[in-house]
């Protein structure tokens, strides 16, 4: 059984996807999955563009996780039973994929293969979903109420596990008759969707798609809290990523007073911090638009019982990676390692990283106990 996943904020983007995903194996079916109010799933069914099954269901709970163990898991598995040798899942808007491949390795009782996990987007919209204050249900993306995600956090989230973006034009293009393919908001999406995620396939509606390219393995890793994976551009463009490691533990109060500035107009922060105030504990930080938040992700490797010693090389992959390339002989992992993305001309490398240098102890700071510091971020609720 081969299954691709397609998800999206833009039904039009998804149903022009899928449609062309549909058309990249000989014998394929479309599976368009929407939540409605009142926890109602529509379902509609595709083979060769003619619809051929439309049935609702209500849940007992409807939510997104329920609509894709209870309806997409079922229907990929029926579908696959009755002969079909490709089927691709439409997923309602607001599921991530990342979630939906979780459910079908858990609920499908054969082996599947996962071809691709697409996004599909609109990029004129992308500059304005990431800084958009507004939840998905606010913004009618899904009608959840308890969905308190940003379109940002959302998108940000796809790009970390999809092998590839589908761009098209979306539903706002198409209400306001907008040629928006080729236009100025159009390119510079695409360019800042480059910067967002470096790793993916873009691939517009003349463009070639490579099929059975999905690997969970490297999906997990690039969305591991802490893990920082930088775009390598050889010209400066629209957008840059400014990336600076420190390697010393942060003043608690001087890397909060300097956080703001570090955060104020990136599109998208995100690395780990090795804090005073908490020093075992390895700290992510991600800020995605308007949202920046911190959260521990459990102790530094060196910090475990055999943390003495650097971790053997035999089989690191994905996230650990990172921690054995940034090994550092007297501290180990532990370390502040921040990248930064956004329009080129509010990214000053030079003005980030003497905010970062300035936030590290003093020689002189390094000399007391770290119990002296006090707690501004209240990282003392993680220990």
């Known amino acids: 059984m081969h299954l691709t996943v397609v998800s999206s904020l833009d039904s039009q983007c998804r ?102 996990a697409v996004l599909a987007l609109d990029p004129a919209d992308l500059d304005d979903h990431i800084w958009d204050r507004h939840t998905l249900f606010e913004s009618g993306f899904t009608s959840m109420p308890q969905d308190d995600r940003t379109s940002g956090e959302f998108l940000i989230g796809e790009f970390g596990q999809v092998d590839t973006v589908m761009v098209h034009p979306g539903l706002g293009a198409e209400l306001t ?64 990523t400014v990336l600076h490691k420190a390697g010393r533990p942060l003043h608690p109060g001087r890397f909060r007073d300097a956080l703001p500035q570090l955060a104020v107009a990136k599109h998208w922060m995100r690395g780990r911090l090795w804090i005073a105030s908490a020093p075992s504990i390895r700290i992510a930080v991600q800020g995605i638009g308007p949202r920046v938040w911190l959260e521990s992700t459990g102790k530094w490797l060196a910090d475990s019982p055999d943390g003495t010693r650097r971790p053997a090389n035999t089989g690191v992959t994905g996230a650990d990676v990172d921690s054995f390339l940034d090994w550092h002989p007297s501290h180990g992992d532990r370390g502040t390692v921040l990248a930064l993305t956004g329009r080129s001309e509010d990214m000053d490398g030079q003005e980030i990283r003497q905010l970062l240098d300035a936030c590290q102890l003093t020689e002189e700071e390094m000399e007391l106990d770290y119990g002296v510091w006090d707690d501004p971020l209240e990282l003392s609720d993680v220990l």
């Open 15 to 116: 149903e022009a996807a899928a449609d062309r995903l549909g058309r990249t194996h000989a014998n394929s079916v479309v599976v368009l999955h929407d939540l409605l109010d009142g926890s109602l799933v529509l379902r509609r069914v595709y083979r060769g563009g003619r619809l051929f099954e439309r049935e609702t269901t209500v849940l007992e709970h409807g939510c997104l996780s329920c609509t894709v163990r209870l309806d997409v898991v079922p229907t990929a598995e029926r579908l696959a039973a009755c002969g079909f040798d490709h089927v691709v899942l439409g997923l309602p808007p607001g599921v991530a994929a990342g979630m939906a491949v979780a459910e079908l390795r858990r609920g499908l009782s054969r082996p599947a293969i996962i071809d691709n």
């Open 177 to 240: 008759g907008d040629h928006r393919d080729g236009s100025a908001a159009w390119t510079t999406g695409v360019e800042l969707l480059g910067e967002l995620a470096p790793h993916a396939a873009i691939v517009g509606a003349a463009d070639l798609f490579r099929s059975g390219c999905f690997d969970d393995a490297e999906a997990a890793a690039r969305n591991r809290p802490g893990v920082v994976r930088v775009p390598v551009s050889e010209t400066a463009g629209a957008f840059r």
